[in-house]
C-alpha cells in the first residue's frame, strides 16, 4: 500500500510540473503519520458490539462443525496484547500465583517492554479450564486456531480471524481494536493513565494522546474522586480525630 501511495504521488507530482494537470488534486497540508492523530489512531468497540462480537464467537462452520473463539476474544478482550504478542503467548507467560488474581507477563516484540496485565475473573477462569483441559507445558502457546488446532504461526492469521470475528459479528473492527477497547475500558473504570500504559507497555504520553480524550467518564471519576475522595486536608482530620481519646457512654 505504502508503494503504491508513493507511484501515485510520483505520479501527480510529475503532472503538475508538466502541466497535465492545473492544480494538485490532493493536499498533504493536513495529512500525518498513521496514528500521529488520536482521533484517527484509536478505535474501541461499543459495549453493544463487543456484546455482538462475543455472541458471534462460537458458530458453526460450512461443514456444520462448532467452532469455539471464545479463547481468542477474551484474551484480546481483557488483555490489550498486540496480535502479535497474542499469537506468541505461552503458557509460561501466565502467572496465577501472582497478585490477588494471577497476572500476564510478555516482553513485548514491538517495543521490547514488558507488559504485566492483572489477570480479570472472566480470563482466569477460562485460561484455567483450558489449561486443566490441555495439561500444556510451559512452552506451549496459549491460543491455538479454532479451525485447525495448530498454534498462529504468524500475526496474519491471528489478524485475519480477528477480522471474520468482527465480520461475524456485523461489526467493522481488527485485532487492534480489541486493544485500544481494553485501554479505554481501563480508562472508563478509573485505572490511571500510569497503569494502563504499564499493562499495554506503551508510554504514558501515547495513553493521553491516544485514548484518554476518548473517555468523559475519565474526567467524571476525577471530579467523584475531587468531592468524594480522602485527600491531605481529610487524612489530616482523620489523623487528629484518632488522636483524640475515647469517651465512654455514662449510665
Not at 500500500?1 to 494537470?21: E, P, R, S
Not at 494471577?102 to 483450558?130: H, M, N, Y
Amino acid at each position: 500500500m505504502a508503494l503504491d501511495i508513493a507511484v501515485l504521488h510520483g505520479m501527480f507530482a510529475f503532472a503538475v510540473a508538466q502541466k497535465m494537470l492545473f492544480e494538485k488534486p490532493i493536499s498533504m497540508a493536513r495529512e500525518s503519520k498513521p496514528g500521529e492523530n488520536p482521533k484517527n489512531g484509536a478505535h474501541a468497540f461499543t459495549g453493544e458490539e463487543l456484546a455482538a462480537i462475543r455472541q458471534a464467537s462460537v458458530y458453526k462452520n460450512s461443514r456444520k462443525q462448532t467452532i469455539d473463539d471464545m479463547h481468542a476474544f477474551l484474551l484480546l478482550r481483557w488483555s490489550g496484547l498486540r496480535v502479535s504478542d497474542a499469537g506468541r503467548l505461552q503458557w509460561k507467560h501466565v502467572h496465577f500465583d501472582r497478585g490477588s488474581n494471577g497476572e500476564i507477563e510478555i516482553l513485548t516484540q514491538k517495543r521490547s517492554k514488558v507488559a504485566i496485565i492483572p489477570l480479570s475473573t472472566e480470563l482466569r477462569e477460562d485460561l484455567e479450564a483450558l489449561r486443566m483441559e490441555r495439561k500444556p507445558s510451559n512452552q506451549d502457546y496459549v491460543l491455538l486456531n479454532a479451525e485447525t488446532g495448530v498454534s498462529f504461526a504468524n500475526r496474519a492469521i491471528l489478524s485475519r480471524r480477528a477480522i471474520e470475528l468482527c465480520n461475524r459479528a456485523g461489526v467493522k473492527g481488527s485485532a487492534h481494536c480489541f486493544r485500544d477497547t481494553f485501554a479505554c475500558d481501563m480508562l472508563t473504570r478509573g485505572v490511571g493513565v500510569f497503569e494502563v500504559a504499564k499493562m499495554l507497555a506503551d508510554t504514558v504520553e501515547t495513553v493521553e494522546q491516544c485514548y484518554a480524550e476518548f473517555i468523559p467518564a475519565l474526567r467524571d471519576n476525577v471530579q467523584a474522586k475531587m468531592d468524594s475522595g480522602v485527600g491531605i486536608e481529610e487524612q489530616a482530620k482523620i489523623a487528629a480525630q484518632r488522636g483524640k481519646k475515647v469517651v465512654g457512654i455514662r449510665g
